[in-house]
């Protein structure tokens, strides 16, 4: 199969780079792909070592000087801290 493409390649130097490019993407989507696995399993493994009763409040990383900017997990962590619920 490789030997009826090689004329395609010699004709045009283009597909060349276009197949090349296109390598480089297919792999660069797997190697993320692989990490984001291993990010996933290593989130579960800590996930699944908490204890039963404890609640776990998803929102995005606040900054080093500023609360979080979404107002829901804001309102939601000052009941829980205001309750007393850790």
Not at 2 to 26: D, H, N, T
Not at 62 to 70: I, K, T, V
Request: hydrophobic residues 40%.
């Amino acid at each position: 199969m490789l030997s009826q493409l090689a004329p395609y390649f010699e004709e045009s130097p283009w597909l060349r780079y276009i197949s090349g490019a296109a390598a480089a993407v297919a792999s660069v989507v797997f190697l993320r792909k692989l990490a984001s696995s291993s990010r996933r399993r290593a989130l579960e493994k800590k996930w699944n070592s908490q204890p039963k009763d404890v609640v776990t409040l998803h929102m995005v990383n606040r900054g080093p000087y500023s609360p979080n900017p979404s107002p829901y997990p804001v309102k939601v962590e000052t009941y829980m801290r205001a309750v007393g619920i850790k």
